[in-house]
C-alpha cells in the first residue's frame, strides 16, 4: 500500500506539472516541483534506511517441541546517518514449521548503539536446522516508499529435540541373564559397580549420597550403579524412505519418535541398558541424565531416507546383542523382511518386540500397507513375536 501511495503520488505529480505547462502558471510549476523534490527525497532516504547495517543473530542451541523459543537479533548502522524505523525479518528455512510466531519490533539502527530486537515462536517438529540470512524492510519518514534488502548473516543452528509423549510398554520380565528387576525401578543402586551420580530423587537411600559431587554443586546428589539384572533394550525406528505417513509435523514418525524417547528415558531410570542400533556412535555409559541426552539428540536426527526396509536392517544386528536382549521394532508400514528378521534374532537369543501402528490414522488416503494389516500381523506371530498395537490417537489431536 504505501508504494501504490509513492507511485500515486509521483503521477499526481508529473500531471501537475504537465497542467503548469500548459496554463503557464509558475505557481503550479513551483508547487509540483517541490512535490517531485520531496517524491525524491523520500525514495532516498527509503533507500538509504537498509543501507550498511551489520546484523547478530542469537538463538538457542537446542530446545525440545513445544517449547518457546526467543531469537536475538542485533543491528548496528555502519553509516553515521539517522534512520527512520525498519522491520528485520528472519530468513527461517520452510521445513521448521512453527506456532505463535511474534512480530519482530520495529528498531531505528544507531551508528554508536547496537539495538536490539527478538521475536519468538515454538517449533512444532523435530530435526536439525540451519539458515542464514534476514530481510531488512524499511521506509521514509512520511511512509510513502519501501525498499528491502537481504543480508547473508553467520548461519544459526537449533536442534529441535523431540517431545516425549506418554506411552505404557512393558519390559519383558525375563529380558536379562536372569529375573528382570527393572518393572520395580529399584534395581539403580542396588548394583556393585558404580556407575555416576546423579540428582536424588525421593525413595533414594541416603547411604548413596555422593557428598563431594554434593558439596560442590549444592545440590543433593547419589551415587548410581549398574543393574545386576544386566537388562538389556534396543529400539530400531523405521526409517525406510517411504514409510513416514502423515503430513507436517503429524507423522507416524514423528509420534514414533515420541514414544521412543519415553520407552527410552523409562528404561534408563528402571535399570536398563538402552541402545539404539545405527544412532548409536559409542554411547555414553555415564549418568542416566547423560546417556538420556544422548538419545535425545540421536532421534533429532531421523529422517525418513533410509534405503534398507527396518526387516534388513534388523537381520544386520543378529548376534550383536547378548542372549535375553530385547528389539523393539517401531513401524507403522508393514515390510515382509521383518518376518525373517524376528526368525534369525531369535534364534541368537534375542527377543523382538514389535509396536505397530495404524499408517491410516496418519493419512486415510494412503495406499501403503498398514503395519496393522490382520495378514501382516498374523505372520509376524507364526515367526514368534508378539507385536503390540501402539495408540495413534496423537495423529489426529489437531483435526478434532
Not at 165 to 175: F, K, Y
Not at 381 to 390: S, V, Y
Request: net charge neutral.
Amino acid at each position: 500500500m504505501r508504494n501504490v501511495a509513492g507511485f500515486t503520488l509521483t503521477l499526481a505529480s508529473a500531471f501537475l506539472a504537465v497542467v503548469a505547462l500548459m496554463l503557464d502558471s509558475p505557481a503550479l510549476f513551483y508547487m509540483g516541483t517541490a512535490l517531485v523534490a520531496t517524491i525524491i527525497a523520500c525514495r532516498i532516504q527509503a533507500r538509504l534506511s537498509v543501507l550498511g547495517l551489520r546484523f547478530e543473530r542469537i538463538t538457542p542451541a537446542s530446545v525440545r517441541v513445544g517449547d518457546l523459543v526467543t531469537v536475538e537479533i542485533t543491528v548496528w548502522s555502519e553509516k553515521k546517518i539517522r534512520r527512520p524505523l525498519i522491520d528485520v525479518r528472519d530468513n527461517r528455512p520452510p521445513r521448521l514449521l512453527i506456532s505463535d510466531l511474534s512480530p519482530s519490533l520495529p528498531i531505528a539502527a544507531a551508528y554508536d548503539l547496537p539495538i536490539q530486537t527478538q521475536y519468538q515462536f515454538r517449533p512444532l517438529k523435530r530435526g536439525r536446522y540451519r539458515w542464514s540470512g534476514l530481510t531488512v524492510e524499511g521506509t521514509d519518514a512520511l511512509g510513502l516508499y519501501v525498499q528491502r534488502r537481504r543480508y547473508e548473516t553467520t548461519p544459526a543452528e537449533m536442534t529441535v529435540l523431540p517431545r516425549p509423549i506418554p506411552v505404557s510398554v512393558e519390559l519383558p520380565a525375563a529380558a536379562g541373564w536372569g529375573i528382570s528387576e527393572a518393572e520395580s525401578g529399584q534395581t539403580r543402586g542396588a548394583g556393585l559397580e558404580p556407575r555416576g551420580v546423579r540428582q536424588y530423587v525421593q525413595g533414594d537411600s541416603l547411604r548413596h549420597v555422593h557428598w563431594r559431587s554434593t558439596a560442590k554443586t549444592g545440590q543433593l546428589l547419589v551415587k548410581e550403579f549398574e543393574a545386576g539384572t544386566h537388562s538389556a533394550a534396543a529400539f530400531l525406528i523405521q526409517n525406510t524412505a517411504g514409510t513416514e505417513i502423515g503430513f507436517g509435523a503429524k507423522t507416524s514418525l514423528e509420534l514414533i519418535c515420541g514414544h521412543a524417547v519415553f520407552l527410552a528415558e523409562t528404561f534408563l531410570r528402571m535399570g536398563a541398558k538402552v541402545e539404539f542400533p545405527g544412532l548409536d556412535n559409542n554411547p555414553s555409559h555415564g549418568s542416566v541424565q547423560e546417556r538420556t541426552h544422548e538419545i535425545y539428540e540421536e532421534i533429532a536426527s531421523i529422517q525418513a531416507d533410509a534405503k534398507e526396509s527396518i526387516g534388513e536392517q534388523a537381520m544386520a544386528l543378529a548376534g550383536q546383542f547378548p542372549p535375553g536382549s530385547v528389539l523393539f521394532v517401531m513401524l507403522a508400514v508393514a515390510d515382509a523382511t521383518l518376518v525373517d528378521a524376528i526368525q534369525r534374532l531369535g534364534a541368537t537369543g534375542t527377543s523382538v518386540v514389535p509396536l505397530v501402528y495404524d499408517a491410516a490414522a496418519f493419512d486415510p488416503r494412503s495406499r501403503v500397507l498398514s503395519a496393522t494389516d490382520p495378514a501382516f500381523l498374523g505372520s509376524i506371530r507364526d515367526a514368534g513375536a508378539a507385536p503390540t498395537m501402539m495408540p495413534s490417537e496423537a495423529a489426529n489431536e489437531d483435526s478434532r
